[in-house]
């Protein structure tokens, strides 16, 4: 098995059933298997689980509470405006949200809101690159590709709000 080969394995969590893929160089996907971004592994992918002990042993962490920064040797594969974008994600606080708009101007792409919207989409680092705290500009949350249920989880997870959904007694399933 060559080093490079892509390996996956899936993650039970909170907030469903995770796809986890990467090489030997790091993790390049963390994928929601239900959404509009569901996304299956490729047929020339390779099962391993145990190339993914420390990402699943963060993760679950993370939803234990115990765990604010995640320390993983990431690679994302994206265009240049994309990797900028979610290097700057990368910098949003455990706790804190922002609005697309804020994240456009710390990119220095003031009038690239929309854009900057796009690349949050294609974020292929779900919750590790916590595209789930960018938010309107009113203060709504916004779509997401894991599902608005599991992005009102995590923000309420990450105490930075109070959303309906645990007004509404937590998670459904399905969801």
């Known amino acids: 098995m ?6 996956y394995t899936y993650l039970e969590s909170p907030v469903g059933r ?8 790091g993790l390049s996907e963390i994928r929601f298997m239900e959404g509009r971004h569901a996304t299956l592994p490729e047929e020339s992918w390779l099962v391993d689980d145990k190339a993914f002990r420390e990402a699943a042993s963060q993760l679950r962490a993370y939803f234990a509470g115990k765990l604010c920064e995640f320390n993983l040797p990431l690679i994302p594969r994206g265009t240049q405006f ?7 994600l ?3 606080p ?4 922002i609005s697309y708009a804020e ?3 710390r990119i220095g792409k003031p009038k690239a809101v929309r854009a900057v919207g796009a690349a949050n989409g294609k974020n292929p680092l779900a919750i590790v690159i916590p595209c789930h705290r960018v938010i ?8 997401y590709g894991g599902g608005m249920r599991n992005k009102e989880y995590l923000l309420a997870l990450e ?10 007694g937590g998670l459904a399933a399905g969801a």
């Open 2 to 7: 060559s080093d490079h080969a892509m390996r």
């Open 18 to 25: 995770l796809l986890l893929a990467g090489n030997s160089e």
């Open 82 to 88: 994309q990797l900028q974008v979610w290097s700057a």
């Open 90 to 92: 990368r910098e949003i």
């Open 94 to 97: 455990y706790g804190k949200t």
């Open 103 to 105: 994240l456009a101007r």
């Open 136 to 143: 309107g500009s009113d203060g709504s949350l916004t779509g």
């Open 159 to 168: 105490g930075s709000g109070t959303f309906s959904l645990m007004q509404e």
